[in-house]
């Protein structure tokens, strides 16, 4: 590619650029003097056309700069407006529609950072706005007719986390492609299988949940892989290589009945994750009753390989020589459903977790409450196995909280699950003192007021605004809380036989790993960031790649099934285009100025770079880049050039500012 080294301060007949300044209403015109700006933008070199309009990405605002491009009048184009990413290609479009290569476009953000950023300065965010638009009026008279490349997609899916998210995504995919769904654990079901009932409504969640997992089982479309990780992704958009490890579960899965006479006999006892550890299990098991696949596996670190249950199967499903094994496919859409984990409370010493057997967390309590759980359905505290005759919530362990090491933002479903939860123990011990000790009830949805209320009112459970300051052991195992009450302004002491903190959730370490391997950007929180929170709440920002459930934020059951039907939806309309369109904005390696020093593929996220030892050069493979510019910058002989980005784009801009 050659360089034009043009002279932009000076006049090019050939460039006849329009710019058009937008008000946003009053988020730019507030502030910025928009007449200002638009009698400045008219003096700068190429221009021919400025303009102002209320809201240039308003149908009548569209059809001011297509009427323009019609006449002849202009061959490039500069919105001053908000960010790119909002309207980037709302502009782009128009152009591409009247047969003006989109590439000859540039958005000058004079909302967000001018205005806004500005607020009480309007004079100098009139001036930024200034600066903004004679650098893309720069910028714009040096960029290149690009063209964008179609490539075939192929038509099969990926779902990875086969939790409630996971496994409405792959349904809803499933009847029109096949679906690779990849879930870690043995089974699929995630967290909602451990649950007793659902909050508002009171539901069974097995009831609700169990139909779906066999559905899932049974689609001829499916191909379910559990026990398994995705290890590794070549980033090739439409065209995912996908590389699973799948763990070895020493029993055949296609000869195993599920009878379980290989359980009966196994001597190992070990502790069952499901349960979390309140239970026990052998080392040949089956997570759950409803488990799906409905088979079992032995656990290599618990199996003492005594071969009792090789001798006791008798379909010869048992196979120690199963090994690990790599399954690679290929996908032309990937969906993260890998969701969360609950906090753990361990850190906060005040609340004695691990410390005094009484104290357990929601989901423990959840446990407690199933009718196939540790204690088939009966609440005991685990210090005698004795019914509380009173028990304490405390929320938000672990959430909310600002304090170096904690989660600052809200769990969202601690207060309803705490509610759901004191509410069943009432209705089986209606004699005994329910608390919850809250800092705000947050019954944002459907249902959840009313349920709230419900609760205080006819199930008399007592709540108490207020913080935990201490928890102390009494001698019969009861539990002293003191209690700040930010109510009455006093602290008093409260004793209850049974103490369960409403802990936090937070993404699972599978969430932070796969997010990293896809390149999909994380919050400071760690939760994976979707593209706009607004208008692409499901999409990330690499193209093919969707998000659901709470590996995107904290969220309840209803909120996570949207989001998965929501990401099936856009994996779908990805998909069934047959072809994907390469955005030009790849970098490329100019050989003869490369001196092979390889720094470019080291510091490539995309793994997008390999060094070709014939010709001595680094070389980028253009399906792979996303256009990021870590190569250009790092490069110490200038050998790399991004389109649309290059060099000579850049410095044009920066140049402007000293035009006289």
Same mark, same amino acid.
């Given at each position: 590619?050659?360089?034009?080294?043009?002279?932009?301060?000076?006049?090019?007949?050939?460039?006849?650029?329009?710019?058009?300044?937008?008000?946003?209403?009053?988020?730019?015109?507030?502030?910025?003097?928009?007449?200002?700006?638009?009698?400045?933008?008219?003096?700068?070199?190429?221009?021919?056309?400025?303009?102002?309009?209320?809201?240039?990405?308003?149908?009548?605002?569209?059809?001011?700069?297509?009427?323009?491009?019609?006449?002849?009048?202009?061959?490039?184009?500069?919105?001053?407006?908000?960010?790119?990413?909002?309207?980037?290609?709302?502009?782009?479009?128009?152009?591409?529609?009247?047969?003006?290569?989109?590439?000859?476009?540039?958005?000058?953000?004079?909302?967000?950072?001018?205005?806004?950023?500005?607020?009480?300065?309007?004079?100098?965010?009139? *001036?930024?706005?200034?600066?903004?638009?004679?650098?893309?009026?720069?910028?714009?008279?040096?960029?290149?007719?690009? *063209?964008?490349?179609?490539?075939?997609?192929?038509?099969?899916?990926?779902?990875?986390?086969?939790?409630?998210?996971?496994?409405?995504?792959?349904?809803?995919?499933?009847?029109?492609?096949?679906?690779?769904?990849?879930?870690?654990?043995?089974?699929?079901?995630?967290?909602?299988?451990?649950?007793?009932?659902?909050?508002?409504?009171?539901?069974?969640?097995?009831?609700?949940?169990?139909?779906?997992?066999?559905?899932?089982?049974?689609?001829?479309?499916?191909?379910?892989?559990?026990?398994?990780?995705? %290890?590794?992704?070549?980033?090739?958009?439409?065209?995912?290589?996908?590389?699973?490890?799948?763990?070895?579960?020493?029993?055949?899965?296609?000869?195993? %009945?599920?009878?379980?006479?290989?359980?009966?006999?196994?001597?190992?006892?070990?502790?069952?994750?499901?349960?979390?550890?309140?239970?026990?299990?052998?080392?040949?098991?089956?997570?759950?009753?409803?488990?799906?696949?409905?088979?079992?596996?032995?656990?290599?670190?618990?199996?003492?390989?005594?071969?009792?249950?090789?001798?006791?199967?008798?379909?010869?499903?048992?196979?120690?020589?199963?090994?690990?094994?790599?399954?690679?496919?290929?996908?032309?859409?990937?969906?993260?459903?890998?969701?969360?984990?609950?906090?753990?409370?361990?850190?906060? %010493?005040?609340?004695?977790?691990?410390?005094?057997?009484?104290?357990?967390?929601?989901?423990?309590?959840?446990?407690?409450?199933?009718?196939?759980?540790?204690?088939?359905?009966?609440?005991?505290?685990?210090?005698?196995?004795?019914?509380?005759?009173?028990?304490?919530?405390?929320?938000?362990?672990?959430?909310?909280?600002?304090?170096?090491?904690?989660?600052?933002?809200?769990?969202?479903?601690?207060?309803?699950?705490?509610?759901?939860?004191?509410?069943?123990?009432?209705?089986?011990?209606?004699?005994?003192?329910?608390?919850?000790?809250?800092?705000?009830?947050?019954?944002?949805?459907?249902?959840?007021?009313?349920?709230?209320?419900?609760?205080?009112?006819?199930?008399?459970?007592?709540?108490?605004?207020?913080?935990?300051?201490?928890?102390?052991?009494?001698?019969?195992?009861?539990?002293?809380?003191?209690?700040?009450?930010?109510?009455?302004?006093?602290?008093?002491?409260?004793?209850?036989?049974?103490?369960?903190?409403?802990?936090?959730?937070?993404?699972?370490?599978?969430?932070?790993?796969?997010?990293?391997?896809?390149?999909?950007?994380?919050?400071?929180?760690?939760?994976?960031?979707?593209?706009?929170?607004?208008?692409?709440?499901?999409?990330?920002?690499?193209?093919?790649?969707?998000?659901?459930?709470?590996?995107?934020?904290?969220?309840?059951?209803?909120?996570?099934?949207?989001?998965?039907?929501?990401?099936?939806?856009?994996?779908?309309?990805?998909?069934?285009?047959?072809?994907?369109?390469?955005?030009?904005?790849?970098?490329?390696?100019?050989?003869?100025?490369?001196?092979?020093?390889?720094?470019?593929?080291?510091?490539?996220?995309?793994?997008?770079?390999?060094?070709?030892?014939?010709?001595?050069?680094?070389?980028?493979?253009?399906?792979?880049?996303?256009?990021?510019?870590?190569?250009?910058?790092?490069?110490?002989?200038?050998?790399?050039?991004?389109?649309?980005?290059?060099?000579?784009?850049?410095?044009?801009?920066?140049?402007?500012?000293?035009?006289?």
């Amino acid at each position: 590619m050659t360089d034009n080294n043009n002279n932009f301060k000076s006049s090019n007949s050939d460039l006849k650029i329009g710019v058009y300044v937008c008000h946003c209403g009053k988020n730019i015109a507030g502030v910025v003097d928009v007449d200002e700006v638009t009698e400045y933008a008219k003096k700068l070199p190429n221009v021919v056309i400025a303009k102002n309009y209320k809201f240039m990405c308003s149908k009548n605002g569209q059809q001011i700069i297509a009427d323009d491009i019609k006449a002849g009048l202009i061959n490039r184009v500069v919105v001053a407006s908000c960010s790119p990413l909002m309207h980037e290609e709302t502009f782009r479009r128009v152009l591409r529609e009247n047969n003006l290569n989109e590439f000859y476009f540039e958005q000058a953000n004079i909302r967000e950072q001018a205005s806004w950023v500005t607020l009480y300065d309007p004079k100098g965010a009139t *001036e930024i706005a200034k600066d903004h638009v004679q650098m893309s009026v720069a910028k714009v008279s040096n960029n290149l007719p690009l *063209e964008r490349q179609k490539l075939p997609i192929t038509q099969e899916i990926l779902v990875i986390g086969g939790g409630i998210t996971g496994i409405f995504a792959a349904l809803d995919l499933a009847n029109k492609y096949k679906v690779y769904l990849v879930e870690k654990s043995p089974t699929i079901g995630g967290h909602m299988a451990q649950l007793d009932k659902t909050f508002p409504t009171m539901d069974c969640s097995a009831c609700i949940t169990t139909p779906k997992m066999v559905e899932v089982g049974r689609h001829p479309n499916i191909k379910l892989i559990t026990y398994a990780e995705v %290890t590794n992704v070549d980033l090739t958009v439409g065209n995912f290589k996908v590389q699973i490890l799948q763990k070895a579960k020493k029993v055949n899965q296609d000869l195993c %009945t599920g009878c379980g006479s290989c359980a009966e006999v196994c001597p190992v006892t070990t502790g069952n994750e499901f349960d979390l550890n309140m239970s026990h299990r052998g080392a040949v098991y089956i997570p759950f009753p409803q488990a799906v696949p409905s088979k079992y596996l032995i656990d290599s670190n618990a199996c003492i390989e005594c071969k009792l249950c090789e001798k006791a199967c008798e379909v010869g499903a048992i196979d120690f020589s199963d090994k690990d094994k790599i399954i690679d496919i290929k996908v032309g859409a990937i969906i993260i459903a890998t969701g969360y984990e609950p906090i753990d409370p361990s850190n906060l %010493t005040q609340y004695g977790y691990h410390k005094y057997k009484n104290v357990i967390t929601a989901l423990e309590m959840e446990r407690l409450l199933s009718s196939y759980g540790p204690t088939l359905g009966k609440i005991v505290r685990p210090s005698d196995h004795k019914p509380p005759k009173s028990m304490a919530f405390v929320q938000c362990v672990g959430s909310r909280d600002f304090h170096e090491g904690f989660n600052k933002y809200c769990s969202r479903v601690c207060c309803m699950y705490a509610i759901k939860q004191a509410r069943q123990f009432k209705e089986k011990y209606p004699d005994a003192e329910v608390y919850i000790i809250y800092m705000d009830i947050r019954s944002f949805g459907k249902g959840y007021e009313e349920f709230y209320e419900i609760a205080a009112r006819e199930y008399g459970i007592k709540f108490i605004r207020g913080r935990v300051g201490d928890v102390y052991e009494e001698i019969d195992k009861s539990l002293t809380l003191r209690v700040s009450d930010t109510f009455l302004g006093e602290i008093f002491e409260l004793k209850v036989d049974l103490l369960v903190l409403s802990v936090g959730i937070k993404p699972s370490s599978d969430t932070i790993q796969i997010g990293r391997m896809l390149g999909v950007q994380q919050t400071e929180d760690g939760f994976l960031m979707e593209a706009h929170p607004k208008l692409r709440p499901v999409d990330s920002l690499s193209e093919g790649i969707f998000i659901a459930g709470t590996c995107q934020a904290p969220k309840d059951i209803p909120d996570s099934v949207a989001q998965a039907k929501a990401a099936a939806s856009g994996a779908d309309n990805f998909v069934s285009k047959g072809f994907v369109e390469i955005e030009p904005y790849y970098s490329y390696v100019l050989s003869y100025k490369c001196s092979g020093c390889k720094s470019c593929i080291s510091v490539c996220p995309y793994n997008a770079i390999s060094f070709n030892p014939i010709i001595k050069s680094s070389e980028i493979n253009i399906l792979k880049c996303k256009g990021c510019g870590t190569c250009m910058i790092t490069c110490p002989s200038g050998a790399i050039e991004q389109n649309h980005f290059t060099y000579n784009q850049l410095t044009s801009e920066v140049e402007s500012l000293f035009w006289d």
